[in-house]
């Protein structure tokens, strides 16, 4: 998704030294350097504080700003110590202000009332990502696709298994190029999964992307499809080619005078085709429900 290697290998010891733990924990992540004396005086605070808290489920990691750039720059870091509070892999509170274990003690005692943390080894309330996957689906809908799948790609580290954020994820991945990347995802994930019926409109957005083409192929097939309208092979591949590239307006234009034209061509092709696009875009899909109603109205008047 456009990191360097060191840069991933830096979001890979974030994920492993906070995020997970931040699963059924109350992290306390503190940016600090060696040049820096408040940190020094801050750290014993904290430290203290940690292991007095241990037992309610709170666990403190350190993060060298010095030597974890990148992660201190996603987190917009402009001076040390900047410390926050970490829970399921977001940062729900910015502790920086509390200097004193008085402080910290008033702010922790808060967070441990409101969130789900666990104590000792229990096991962890499943956190509730629904309000992240409606974000991650408005901001796909909106049609920023890079960012969606980045979105759907943390909630995926909280709920692996879940058919909603994975066919988001998929989609999110095929409308912004990365078909190779959708298609490993998809095979990646257990049957009982990928047989979901939002995981099957997500596989049917897979299936359409393959069928893509570049600019120059796609000029070539809107021309063909132009001279001969006449011509189902062509107006067919010029339909697929179009959804393909996002065109989807043009693909179901052509389908529905396919349609018009030769109802039975090639068994049907035209409709199954737009069925197809139907179930990829989303059965709910407002584009999609206004033209199942042009559909409708062709086939039945």
Not at 65 to 78: K, M
Not at 162 to 179: N, P, T
């Amino acid at each position: 998704m456009g990191l360097s290697i060191d840069e991933q290998k830096a979001v890979d010891r974030f994920r492993q030294d906070v995020v997970e733990p931040s699963r059924d924990k109350l992290v306390i992540l503190d940016f600090w350097a060696e040049w820096c004396g408040p940190c020094k005086a801050l750290t014993p605070v904290l430290e203290k504080i940690a292991a007095e808290y241990a037992d309610k489920g709170v666990v403190l990691a350190k993060l060298n700003v010095d030597e974890e750039q990148f992660i201190a720059s996603q987190f917009q870091v402009r001076s040390i110590p900047t410390v926050y509070a970490m829970f399921q892999g977001q940062p729900v509170a910015d502790l920086t202000p509390a200097r004193t274990e008085s402080q910290l003690r008033t702010a922790l005692d808060a967070l441990l009332a409101q969130l789900p943390v666990v104590a000792g080894d229990g096991e962890a309330e499943a956190p509730d990502i629904a309000p992240l996957v409606a974000m991650g689906e408005q901001v796909l809908a909106e049609g920023d696709a890079e960012r969606a799948a980045g979105i759907f790609m943390q909630i995926a580290d909280m709920a692996p298994e879940d058919a909603g954020v994975q066919s988001g994820l998929i989609r999110a991945l095929v409308a912004s190029g990365h078909v190779e990347e959708a298609r490993t995802a998809l095979d990646a994930l257990p049957d009982s999964v990928r047989k979901d019926p939002l995981v099957a409109q997500a596989a049917a957005a897979l299936e359409l992307a393959g069928s893509g083409v570049d600019q120059g192929e796609l000029g070539t097939l809107r021309a063909a499809a132009a001279e001969r309208p006449a011509d189902m092979e062509a107006q067919f591949a010029w339909a697929q080619g179009a959804f393909a590239a996002g065109l989807r307006d043009d693909a179901a234009d052509t389908l529905l005078r396919m349609i018009a034209a030769e109802p039975g061509w090639n068994g049907g092709a035209a409709k199954a085709k737009l069925l197809q696009i139907f179930e990829a875009v989303g059965l709910e899909d407002a584009w999609a429900s206004a033209t199942r109603r042009r559909l409708s109205l062709l086939l039945f008047g």
